[in-house]
C-alpha cells in the first residue's frame, strides 16, 4: 500500500474510532473539526436531527482580513476557536462535545480547542 494511501486509510479508521464514542444532543451538541492544509473548519452539529447549529472556518468574513492570508498556522486555527465559542454562547450553547475528526490532538487542532475553551466553551 502507497504511503499516501496508507496515511489516509489510517485517519479514516481513527476518525471512526472517535465517532463511534461521542454523539451531540442540542444540549450538548458536538464540535466537529476539519484540518485541511490550508484551512480550519469547526461544526456544532446536534446528531439527534442531524443539523448544525454554528460553524466558523478560516475563510469567514469575519476572520479573513484579520488573518491577512495565513490560514495555516497556530494562530490562524486560535481565531477560529475563540469564533466558534462566541457563536455557541451567542445561541445559548455552553457545553460542548469535542470530535477532533480523527486528526491528532496537537497542534492547530489543539490550539483551537484550547481557544474556545478560553473563550468560554466547556468541553
Do not use: C, W
Not at 486560535?78 to 497542534?107: P, Q, S, T, W
Request: aromatic share 6%; no cysteine.
Amino acid at each position: 500500500m502507497p504511503a499516501t494511501t496508507e496515511k489516509r486509510f489510517m485517519h479514516e479508521r481513527r476518525h471512526r474510532r472517535v465517532r463511534r464514542k461521542i454523539y451531540g444532543t442540542v444540549e450538548r451538541p458536538r464540535l466537529a473539526v476539519y484540518r485541511s492544509l490550508n484551512q480550519m473548519y469547526v461544526q456544532l452539529i446536534d446528531d439527534v436531527p442531524g443539523k448544525t447549529l454554528a460553524s466558523a472556518s478560516t475563510q469567514d468574513k469575519d476572520l479573513r482580513g484579520m488573518l491577512a492570508g495565513k490560514t495555516g498556522n497556530v494562530a490562524a486555527a486560535a481565531a477560529v476557536g475563540k469564533l466558534i465559542a462566541e457563536r455557541a454562547l451567542a445561541a445559548g450553547l455552553k457545553k460542548v462535545v469535542f470530535d477532533r475528526g480523527g486528526f491528532r490532538y496537537h497542534g492547530r487542532v489543539k490550539a483551537l480547542a484550547d481557544a474556545a475553551r478560553k473563550a468560554g466553551l466547556e468541553f
